[in-house]
C-alpha cells in the first residue's frame, strides 16, 4: 500500500511496503485476529445471514406423506468502525532510519492490536453493528471446591459450549492464567498439559490452540482469565481496508488537556503541539474495523472463579 506523504514533508523517508508491515504485524499481535474469521466489509456495513431455526427430519411409513421442516433466518448487520493513533517522532530519528523505523513499528501495531483487543473482550462497543463479548456466560476455571481437580473448569467449558451446539475451537487466555494451566491435572494427577512444561507458551489445551494476550485480563470479583469457545464462522471481524499511514511535519495535534485557572475557576484546554516549531513528525495510523457475532452461546467469558463440577 502507498505511502501518502504530506507533500511539505522532508527528510522523512519510509518504505512503500511500511503500512503493509504495520498492518500484519497488527493482525499478528491482536487475538481477535488470530481467532476470528476474518470478512472483507464494505464502507456501507455488511449484513451476514444467520439460520435461527433448526431443520427436523423425521420417520415416516412407506408411500407415508413426507415432513416438511422450514428453518427461520434472520440477518446481523456489521458495521466499520474508524481506530487510529497518531505518534509524534524527534526529528533526532530522521539520522538515523533504523532507529525510525524499528520504533514506529514497534508502537503503531501494538496500539492498534491492544484497542481492538480492550474493546471486544473487555470493553464497549463503539457503537451499533459492532459486537464484544463482554456479556458473555461467565466459566470459572479455578480449582473446585469439595476436591475436584484444576482440569473440571476446562472440562466444564467444553460441555457447556457443547450443550449449546458449538465446539471449542481455541481458547483466547490472558498471561495470570497460564501458571493455572500448568496446574491442571486429570482424574489421575496427570498434567493436563505435560507437553508444554519446558516451553514458555501453551501451545493446546483439550485440543483446541491457545492464544496469550494481556489485554484479555480484567480485573474484578472473580478476575476475568479469557476466553474460550467456537470462534471459526461464529466470530467475524471485518476490514474495510488495510492499515492508512499519513506523515506530517506541518501540522499541529492535540495531545490532552491542562488546567488553566481563569479567575476563581478551573478550566481544561488542549495540548497543542506544533509539529514544525518543535522540529518534529508525527505519523498517523488509522483503519477501520467491524465485528459480529453469530452466537454468544457458543463462547464463555473464563475467569478464576472456581469450577462448579464436584
Known amino acids: 500500500m502507498a505511502i501518502d506523504l504530506n507533500r511539505n514533508t522532508s527528510g522523512v523517508d519510509l518504505p512503500e511496503a511500511f503500512a503493509a508491515q504495520v498492518w500484519r504485524d497488527a493482525q499478528e499481535a491482536s487475538a481477535v485476529a488470530q481467532l476470528a474469521s ?41 458495521r466499520g468502525y474508524t481506530m487510529a ?3 509524534p517522532v524527534s526529528n533526532q530519528f530522521r539520522r538515523d532510519a533504523d532507529n525510525l523505523y524499528a520504533e ?25 453493528g459492532f459486537d464484544v463479548l463482554t456479556s458473555a456466560t461467565a466459566q470459572g476455571i479455578g480449582p473446585a471446591t469439595g476436591g475436584a481437580k484444576a482440569a473440571e473448569g476446562f472440562l466444564d467449558v467444553l460441555d457447556a459450549v457443547e450443550a ?24 489421575d494427577g496427570r498434567p493436563l498439559l505435560m ?23 480484567k480485573a474484578g470479583s472473580p478476575n476475568q482469565l479469557g476466553y474460550a469457545g467456537e470462534f471459526t464462522g461464529n466470530l467475524f471481524l471485518g476490514f474495510v481496508e488495510g492499515v492508512s499511514i499519513s506523515i506530517s ?10 488546567d488553566l485557572v481563569v479567575g476563581e475557576e478551573t478550566v481544561q484546554v488542549p495540548n497543542v503541539i506544533n509539529l514544525w516549531q518543535r522540529n518534529m513528525f508525527a505519523v498517523r495510523a488509522e483503519f477501520e474495523v467491524g465485528v459480529a457475532v453469530r452466537d454468544l452461546t457458543k463462547i464463555r467469558k473464563l475467569t478464576d472463579a472456581a469450577a462448579t463440577s464436584a
Open 38 to 78: 476474518p470478512i472483507s466489509l464494505p464502507g456501507a456495513g455488511l449484513s451476514i445471514p444467520l439460520l435461527t431455526g433448526d431443520v427436523v427430519a423425521d420417520w415416516v411409513d412407506e408411500t407415508d406423506e413426507k415432513p416438511v421442516s422450514r428453518p427461520t433466518f434472520s440477518s446481523k448487520h456489521i
Open 85 to 87: 493513533v497518531i505518534v
Open 104 to 128: 514506529l513499528l514497534r508502537s503503531l501495531p501494538g496500539a492498534l492490536a491492544a484497542k481492538l483487543d480492550e474493546t471486544v473482550f473487555g470493553g464497549t462497543a463503539p457503537g451499533t
Open 164 to 187: 449449546a451446539n458449538g465446539t471449542v475451537d481455541g481458547w483466547a487466555l490472558a498471561p495470570q492464567g497460564r501458571s493455572l494451566l500448568r496446574r491442571a491435572v486429570d482424574a
Open 195 to 217: 507437553d508444554s512444561f519446558n516451553g514458555a507458551g501453551v501451545s493446546q489445551v483439550l485440543g483446541a490452540p491457545v492464544h496469550v494476550n494481556r489485554h484479555l485480563y
Open 249 to 258: 511535519d506541518q501540522a499541529s495535534i492535540t495531545d490532552g488537556t491542562s
